[in-house]
């Protein structure tokens, strides 16, 4: 697997698309707690962990229980876990949840790669 983080609007879907010859019929974006793994390519993790916080679920034993779904596709997150701490409770949790996720799949990624900029930079 894949995983590409960065921050919002930099690049990282664009980055995808032309690295790994992505169609956009092959691009999933999460907006809730199902995800569509028939996909090559899952975008918008972060969106899918806000939704788990929302509904008290464990993104991690989510992702560790598809990984057979996923373990060959591309991962995409936006990097909400820099700067500032969020005031609100539930933000701090979807901050936490993002994070122990994107530690999950760095872990369990062939490749770590973090787009800044629209510049690739490899971490693993």
């Known amino acids: 697997m894949v995983f ?11 980055y995808a698309k032309t ?3 992505l169609l956009s019929e092959e691009i ?13 390519c899952i975008r918008s993790i ?4 806000y939704a788990c916080v929302q509904e008290k ?3 991690v034993a ?12 591309i991962l995409i997150c936006r990097d909400i876990f820099c700067g500032v701490v969020p005031l609100g409770a539930d933000n701090r949790a979807w901050r936490q ?13 062939v490749q770590v790669i973090r787009i800044f ?8």
Not at 4 to 14: D, F, N, P, S
Not at 46 to 49: G, N, V
């Open 117 to 124: 900029c629209g510049l690739e930079q490899r971490l693993k």
């Open 4 to 14: 590409i983080i960065g921050g919002a609007y930099q690049g990282k879907l664009t």
């Open 19 to 21: 690295a790994f010859h």
């Open 46 to 49: 972060e969106e899918f962990t």
């Open 28 to 40: 999933f974006t999460c907006t809730g707690t199902e995800i569509d793994f028939h996909k090559r």
């Open 62 to 73: 989510y992702f560790a229980a598809h990984r057979a779904e996923w373990e060959n596709g």
């Open 97 to 109: 949840e993002t994070g122990r996720l994107c530690r999950y799949l760095s872990a369990e990624a």
């Open 57 to 59: 679920l464990d993104a």
